[in-house]
């Protein structure tokens, strides 16, 4: 049975990484989701893909560069379709409050040695005060991040994000004892999918929006598949 995970929530139906995105992806019954982290400038981890603001909220700046008092002021309905509300950019604690997820990956990206391990950090506290920490896996691309998570919380769950094969990502994944492999779908061929859940790593596909791509991914075997609409994969996968 292929999972279904909400790719920042329910991105092709509400505006990305908001709570809206979030609620949306939770009525089409998908328990699981992907969101991406960034740091305030206060250290709060907020829910937004970008370093930037410009392209989600028509802002100015970086993310880093505000605290997350005014980040939440700020309405990132521009990063997708379907909101007549302002959709503020949220914070990882109101999500993790009012979400009832069974699963969280949670995507980090490349950061330099002290950012990776302040984020995770940042990760593994909120995860222990929530009382999750067995419903997170922190991806990510960068090895400064993955090193971080070996060295800082072991015991969080982790996963590699692939999108290019010039590296064996399975090789690359193991190195960094993951748990998880995020396949770009264009690199989930069967033979390498099957190698890598011998290999013990449950393998998430990303971004699967075509129902054709869906079932030939179902079809392969592929553990779970991250799409942004969740709506469209639960019709899709049980018909």
């Known amino acids: 049975m292929t999972l279904i995970y909400g790719h920042r929530g ?10 809206r995105s979030f609620q949306q992806c939770l009525e089409h019954g998908v328990m699981r989701c992907e969101l991406d982290l960034h740091l305030s400038r206060d250290g709060e981890l907020m829910v937004i893909h970008d370093p930037t603001l410009k392209r989600t909220t028509g802002r100015r700046g970086k993310v880093v560069e505000h605290d997350a008092a005014e ?19 949220p914070r990882l604690s109101e999500l993790f409050e009012k979400c009832p997820f069974e699963h969280w990956q949670l995507e980090v990206k490349s950061a330099s040695k002290v950012r990776a391990a302040r984020t995770v950090e940042a990760i593994a506290a909120l995860a222990e005060k ?15 991040v993955l090193r971080a998570l070996q060295r ?20 690359v994944a193991l190195h ?8 770009n779908w264009t690199l989930c061929t069967p033979e390498r999918l099957l190698k890598a859940q011998k290999a013990g790593l449950h393998v998430t596909v990303w971004t699967v929006n075509e129902p054709a791509l869906m079932r030939r ?19 899709t996968l049980s018909s």
């Not at 929530?130 to 400064?144: A, M, N, P």
């Not at 800082?152 to 090789?171: M, T």
């Not at 960094?176 to 396949?183: E, F, K, N, P």
Request: charged fraction near 20%; charge should be negative; proline fraction near 8%.
């Open 10 to 19: 329910a991105k092709g139906e509400a505006p990305e990484n908001t709570l």
């Open 130 to 144: 929530f009382g999750i920490s067995d419903k997170v896996t922190v991806t990510s691309s960068s090895r400064e």
């Open 71 to 89: 980040l939440v002021e700020y309405d990132a309905r521009q990063g997708g379709p379907g909101a007549v509300q302002p959709c503020p950019i």
């Open 152 to 171: 800082l919380a072991p015991h969080l769950s982790r996963g590699l994000v692939a999108e290019y094969s010039w590296l064996d990502p399975i090789k």
């Open 176 to 183: 960094y004892d993951c748990q998880y492999l995020a396949l």
């Open 217 to 235: 991914l179902a079809d392969f075997g592929a553990d779970s598949i991250i799409t942004d609409f969740p709506g469209l994969a639960v019709r």
